[in-house]
């Protein structure tokens, strides 16, 4: 995807994100994040995009000090005011990214074509995750994933949030799992073991091979799709996928 095409998804997902929180009482459970309430979610996301305006407006060459970040986010809004201070602070991120020149220089923390393209892509799929979660606390099924954000979001997730050091998908011993959609022409092949899983850009036979409609496997490998549901088939081994649940998380 472009960078112009993320910062449309970005735009989409967080409107669609305000719209669901303010249909929905402040203090709802969010279904795909147990340990929030939806206010958690909507400050969690809006805090977010306040620092990442930040370094990208003011070019910061390194991760934000805690002191700097709390400033970024500013004081927390009350409950009345939660969803319009989450729509200024998403409207100021789009607005800044769309400013943000093609050589842009600043601080980012995974390999990208450039800072701009980094926060750009990040940020769309950060909001449209939440945005699900929005929409789980709202009780309410909002507008699927659209298939191209979903395929880049499988890669983003899978090529490099998974691929990390820090990353804790492990297993004692290799196991593989195929990622297949059948509405796209993406094909992941992961290696679970004791280091950091690898991913190919492959299809071959797998320990489980997990078969769907792509934005199904978005939700499903960001640990959003509760099992049973969705359609995507898993043909194999059902432990591995027991496995990604309990350590395919991001902090």
């Known amino acids: 995807m472009e960078i112009t095409a993320h910062i449309d998804a970005l735009r989409r997902e967080g409107t669609l994100l305000g719209d669901a929180a303010a249909r929905t009482d402040p203090d709802a459970p969010v279904p795909t994040c147990p340990q929030w309430r939806l206010r958690d979610l909507v400050l969690h996301i809006g805090q ?86 929005a929409d789980a606390a709202a009780g309410a099924e909002g507008p699927p994933t659209d298939p191209r954000l979903a395929l880049d979001g499988i890669d983003e997730l899978l090529g490099g949030f998974l691929t990390a050091s820090r990353s804790t998908v492990r297993s004692e011993r290799p196991r593989t799992l195929q990622v297949s959609p059948d509405d796209g022409p993406g094909r992941w092949l992961l ?61």
């Not at 000090?65 to 729509?87: H, K, N, T």
């Open 48 to 133: 977010v995009h306040r620092w990442v305006t930040a370094t990208v407006r003011d070019r910061l060459p390194v991760r934000m000090d805690a002191e700097r970040r709390q400033a970024a986010r500013g004081p927390e809004p009350d409950d009345a005011g939660l969803v319009a201070w989450f729509r200024t602070g998403h409207a100021t991120l789009v607005d800044t990214l769309t400013a943000a020149p093609a050589d842009l220089a600043c601080w980012t923390f995974m390999p990208a074509p450039s800072p701009l393209a980094f926060w750009a892509r990040r940020q769309a799929h950060e909001t449209a995750v939440h945005r699900i979660d």
């Open 191 to 251: 290696t679970i073991g004791p280091e950091p899983l690898t991913v190919e850009r492959t299809e071959r036979p797998a320990d489980l091979t997990l078969t769907g409609p792509a934005r199904d496997l978005y939700l499903l490998l960001w640990n959003r799709l509760p099992a049973g549901t969705g359609r995507v088939a898993a043909d194999g081994d059902g432990s591995l996928l027991d496995l990604w649940r309990e350590t395919a998380t991001i902090g």
